[in-house]
């Protein structure tokens, strides 16, 4: 009899999963159950509606530095595949992938729906089934397969099972896999704005630093990049990448920490104030406001001329010796106090989920019941921004299907 392997979830994961499993072993039959009535919404609106596919990354140690959990179990599992395989195997189905200046790729066509149809076309083609509104409740192992239990009370059978089912924001979701005799990292929000509701520098919303430092006061945290303020507080590459690296300290922190900004990371303080003591000569007659030095946003000099206690209309040759060395600190060194958080919609990802450790990273296959696998955000796998998500499914996918493979060819 034909072998049966049911994927719980219709996400990247899911269905990358299902579509090789179905192409690299003709006699399984595969089936999809997917709660919702959509599949692959995730990458729909992913990436403002592109997609971001993966990251031009190709070397696999760098990449798998770009995880904040799960960093050596995504190591051995890209020896596997990796972001090459990815490229290639979209390129072979007609969906040519570009790059852009910061790593990113997306397809040429800037659509999602490119990803999407190539998907659904493989999912045809293999005749993999598809159950929507089939929510799962409980899996348990019977003999040597499982029963897999929907909401709607009907049963049913399965040789094996990959549990692709994303991330779950709340404990109590993992409910049916902790009866599994799983172990859960307890869940929470990985890449988030920092809020800072009352500061002034709200007011320049929209003004872009272009390369800053921003540290979390009292910890190792600190990243350097792009700083957006807006209407809240700070956002950007660089507070990202600190909401996923910090994503469990500043979980336990309730989110009330304070943070310390350099917008002039590539000087000293000394050289800031050596600078800005030259300009008194340089640009004497100028007004200070004119315009800004070090390539500063205009905006943000203004702000910090104003919390300096300096006019913009004093010429450079007349600005006091103190407030001259206020504005060096300041821009070397500006605290901010953050008071919550604001998750970030384009990209936002669960750090938690099933513990690794219970995991394989050979074959993603359950070290405690044979015939499980896992795949996608489920685990507590989680990257940062840059389409390090999407490679982890697509990666975790397809080592299932060719784990299941290399069982059904051998019996
Ligand atoms: C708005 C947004 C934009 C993003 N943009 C990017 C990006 O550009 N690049 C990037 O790398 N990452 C991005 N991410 C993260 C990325 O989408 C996820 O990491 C990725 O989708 C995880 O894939 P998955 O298949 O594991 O889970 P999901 O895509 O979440 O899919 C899981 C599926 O399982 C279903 N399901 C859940 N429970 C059950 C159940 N009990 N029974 C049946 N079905 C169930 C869900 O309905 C869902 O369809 C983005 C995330 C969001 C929210």
Redesign the pocket.
């Known amino acids: 009899m034909a072998k049966e392997l049911i994927v719980?979830?219709?996400?990247?994961?899911?269905?990358f999963c299902a579509v090789n499993a179905a192409r690299m072993s003709p006699g399984l039959r595969v089936t999809v159950?997917?709660?919702?009535g959509?599949?692959?919404?995730?990458?729909k609106?992913?990436?403002g509606g592109r997609?971001?596919?993966?990251h031009a990354c190709f070397d696999i140690s760098a990449m798998a530095g770009r995880y904040p959990r799960g960093q050596h179990f995504v190591r051995k599992a890209f020896h596997q595949w990796f972001t090459t395989d990815t490229i290639n195997w979209f390129q072979e189905r007609g969906v040519e992938l570009k790059t852009e200046e910061d790593g990113r790729m997306f397809p040429v066509t800037d659509s999602s729906q490119s990803i999407i149809d190539c998907l659904m076309r493989e999912l045809n083609r293999f005749g993999v089934e598809v159950r929507m509104h089939?929510?799962?409740?409980g899996v348990e192992k019977e003999g040597e397969g499982f029963a897999v239990t929907l909401a709607d009370g009907r049963v049913l059978a399965a040789d094996h099972v990959c549990v692709?089912?994303?991330?779950?924001p709340k404990s109590g979701m993992f409910e049916?896999i902790r009866a599994l005799g799983h172990s859960i990292e307890e869940p929470v929000p990985s890449l988030f704005t920092f809020n800072m509701p009352g500061d002034p520098i709200v007011g320049l919303m929209g003004v872009s630093a272009p390369a800053a430092q921003v540290k979390v006061v009292g910890t190792k945290l600190v990243e350097k990049g792009p700083v957006l303020i807006t209407h809240w507080g700070l956002s950007g590459p660089a507070v990202l990448r600190l909401s996923a690296w910090g994503a469990r300290e500043l979980a336990a922190r309730e989110y009330q920490f304070s943070i310390v900004v350099n917008w002039l990371p590539e000087f000293s303080e000394q050289e800031v104030r050596d600078r800005l003591q030259e300009l008194r000569y340089e640009w004497a007659p100028k007004m200070v406001g004119s315009g800004p030095p070090f390539g500063l946003p205009r905006r943000l000099w203004d702000h910090w001329l104003g919390i300096s206690g300096v006019h913009k209309d004093i010429r450079w040759a007349d600005l006091p010796i103190r407030e001259q060395n206020r504005l060096a600190g300041l821009l070397c060194a500006a605290t901010f106090t953050v008071k919550g958080k604001t998750t970030f919609?384009?990209?936002?990802?669960t750090a938690g989920g099933v513990r690794l450790s219970e995991v394989d990273a050979g074959s993603y296959g359950s070290r405690k019941v044979a015939g499980l696998y896992f795949?996608?955000?489920?685990l507590d796998v989680?990257?940062i921004?840059?389409?390090?998500?999407?490679?982890?499914?697509w990666t975790s996918?397809w080592i299932v299907a060719d784990s299941i493979r290399a069982l059904v060819s051998t019996t």
Do not use: M, P, R
């Open positions: 719980i979830g219709g996400g990247a994961a899911g269905i159950l997917e709660k919702t959509k599949l692959l919404s995730k990458v609106v992913s990436g997609c971001n596919v993966t089939a929510e799962v409740k692709a089912c994303g991330g779950y049916w919609k384009e990209e936002f990802v795949a996608g955000e489920i989680d990257g921004t840059g389409g390090f998500n999407f490679q982890h499914a996918g």
